[in-house]
Nanobody, 115 residues
Framework: QVQLAESGGGLVQPGGSLRLSCAAS????????MAWYRQAPGKQRELVAS???????FYVDFVRGRFTISRDNAKNTVYLQMNSLKPEDTAVYYC?????????WGQGTQVTVSS
């Protein structure tokens, strides 16, 4: 069973930046499209960005131009560089496969954008 471990969250002021990391155990990581999701208080989990095994990327409208997803298959790790953060980006961020979330969800990493 693949385990996911997200890290890199924290408290940041509006306009600031954070870089999230998600490490996956196991050697099959490189075969999958990976994605970042987020869940704000009282809301459903939603897709933020995805990257295929070959590095093609997709972003939802509300983060396009501000966030960058990338991956290092040798390290079984996917990253999310978040710039120009807004208060509405406050959420717990998770990674998983996409479009189907095949692996057990990790703990996530809390991102709080506030002055």
């Amino acid at each position: 069973q693949v385990q996911l471990a997200e890290s890199g969250g924290g408290l940041v002021q509006p306009g600031g930046s954070l870089r999230l990391s998600c490490a996956a155990s196991g050697s099959i990581f490189s075969s999958y499209t990976m994605a970042w999701y987020r869940q704000a208080p009282g809301k459903q989990r939603e897709l933020v960005a995805s990257t295929t095994s070959g590095g093609w990327t997709f972003y939802v409208d509300f983060v396009r131009g501000r966030f960058t997803i990338s991956r290092d298959n040798a390290k079984n790790t996917v990253y999310l560089q978040m710039n120009s953060l807004k208060p509405e980006d406050t959420a717990v961020y998770y990674c998983n496969t996409h479009p189907r979330e095949l692996w057990t969800w990790g703990q996530g990493t809390q991102v709080t954008v506030s002055s």
